[in-house]
């Protein structure tokens, strides 16, 4: 039996792919360590470590690679774009110009691309000042010194325009990973700013559950860990099958009934988008509140709290925005009156369900029972690392628990599942034995 592996490298433009692939991350990385010009790095590493921020931070952090507290050209990483793709999809339901572009095929679509980036590159500016604005009043404890060393108005532009050509750069590479590479660059870009997190965030809480000799929390952790994977890869690969049959039809001479067919509902229809979506709609306003929270009113910081990771308004409103996004990403991906339309216009029909308004009545019933019950798996699985903290705080770290449990796990594993699809289709194309070993093409060698 020939190795998927193997295969993957004996056909030149899937070789030629995944290293194009490889290649954009690896510059991704490299330009996820260079510093804004005119940061003090030392200064900043103590910075951190005297003020020992776990919280909204190091979700900030996760998500941009280690980028953002490091200050990095990178330090926003894609944010501000899925940001911008937020307010757009928003922004169709007001504005009917927007929702014929969304049906006008790709020049509609290179059209409503064009106004999200317009939109990344006035949130990048708008953020990245502010960024600015909190390295300025960064100082050290001990000898005082300022992480900025010369905050004057050549800083404040130097750093907006560093960022913002940063964020911009990184949608280009997604763009071209999605063009010439293996797909879903984006998501690629965001999964690869997680998983290089990972070593360090594994030592760092193996060093804790040695300090405090309680070897038993690391199999509790990795247990956890097994169910909490388990459990993301069902929510993603889970369906709902809707029978699906056709009337007899007259071939030649002969009357030939069709066989039955399967409409597939996924249980998480919308992926790692909401996880995404909501992440990104959280992070800004805390990142804004946590950049004021040195010179701002004691309001704003109550608001900065309870806009932290672990508190209960962060849970619930985290939660609430998984399961709006679920909803409305589910309802703009399918369509059941137009499904239910060339169903009808084929001669297809649901075994005991009228045609037509019936039809498609009923596969939204079915719809939103099923997208109810995996929103909120989703949502549970999204706060898991909340009470992971709150059960051992003392020895799991903040990025540890975001990374094994949860949103990173969930995101790692939905775009590591579309990866491996769009790989195995690509094998199976050319004939080839692919990642499941079921398939009943085997590999012509």
Known sequence: MS?????????????RRILFTMMILIVYRIGAMIPIPGINVDALKIYFKEAETSGILDFVNLFTGGAFKRFTIFALGIMPYITSSIIIDLLKVVFPTLERLSKEGHEGYKKLNQYIRYGTVVLCMFQSFALATWMKTMRTRGGGTVVADDAGILFFIVATVAITTGTMILVWLG????????GNGISLIIMAGIVVRIPQATAD???????TG????????????????????????????????YGKRQVGKSVVQTTAQYIPLRV????????????????????????????????????????SPGQIPYMLFYSGLIIFFCYFYTSI???????AENLKKYGGFIPGIRPGQNTSDYMMFILNRITLSGSIFLAIIAI?????????????????????????????VGVALDTLKQ????????????????????GRL
């Open 268 to 307: 998480n229809a919308a992926g790692v988008i909401p996880i995404i979506f909501a992440s990104a709609l959280i992070v800004f306003p805390s990142q804004i509140l946590n950049m004021m929270g040195g010179t701002s009113s004691q309001i704003i910081n109550i608001v900065h709290f309870w806009l």
């Open 214 to 245: 309680e070897p038993i929390i690391g199999i509790i952790l990795i247990c956890l860990f097994l169910v909490v994977t388990g459990a993301s890869i069902l929510l993603t690969l889970g369906t709902r099958r809707i029978p699906i049959q």
């Open 205 to 211: 809480t193996v060093k804790k559950i040695s300090e």
């Open 3 to 15: 190795n998927p592996i193997f295969n993957i490298f004996r056909i030149p433009d899937l070789r």
């Open 384 to 412: 898991f690392p909340d009470f992971i903290l709150q059960i051992w705080p003392e020895q799991v770290t903040a990025e540890m628990a975001h990374l094994f449990g949860g949103t990173s796990l969930l995101i790692i």
């Open 175 to 182: 763009d071209i990973i999605t063009e010439r590479g293996i």
């Open 333 to 339: 991906k399918f369509n059941t009156t137009e499904i």
């Open 423 to 442: 790989i195995e289709s690509q094998l199976l194309m050319r004939h080839y034995d692919g990642f499941i070993k079921s398939s009943k093409i085997k």
